[in-house]
């Protein structure tokens, strides 16, 4: 499967942005999808993510502000993005991949996934 990123840009804090994640290929809706960041002198961190049954984990740092979606139909996995704070610039880059096993920790780690995009970067301003 090959993904697609956008919707990132420059955002004042406290604005908000949705990112979207187009996917290629058929077996879309078997795949669980995430969102990483990283944020420059970084490692790739956690924010979101949904399997394919609708099941959704988020790092504590974007609960209550950030929302994971998914529309089969259209191939396409969403971010939404409120409240934004300049801690959350960065490259933001979505995954696809088959999770057996569904825990937040076997969604939330870089190795569950094997499909990645381009990334998008989010810049957020003070």
């Known amino acids: 499967v090959q993904l697609q990123a956008s919707g990132g840009g420059l955002v004042e804090a406290g604005g908000c942005l949705r990112l979207?994640?187009?996917?290629?290929?058929?077996?879309?809706?078997?795949?669980?999808m995430g969102w990483f960041r990283q944020a420059p002198g970084k490692e790739r961190e956690f924010v979101a993510t949904?399997?394919?049954?609708?099941?959704?984990y988020y790092a504590d740092s974007v609960k209550g502000r950030f929302t994971i979606s998914r529309d089969n139909a259209k191939n396409t996995v969403y971010l939404q993005m409120n409240s934004l704070k300049p801690e959350d610039t960065a490259v933001y880059y979505c995954?696809?991949?088959?999770?057996?096993?569904?825990?937040?920790?076997?969604?939330?780690?870089?190795?569950?996934?094997?499909?990645w995009g381009q990334g998008t970067l989010v810049t957020v301003s003070s």
């Open positions: 979207s994640c187009a996917a290629s290929g058929r077996t879309f809706s078997n795949y669980a």
């Open positions: 949904i399997s394919w049954r609708g099941t959704r």
């Open positions: 995954a696809a991949g088959y999770v057996g096993i569904i825990t937040a920790r076997t969604m939330s780690v870089t190795t569950s996934y094997d499909h």
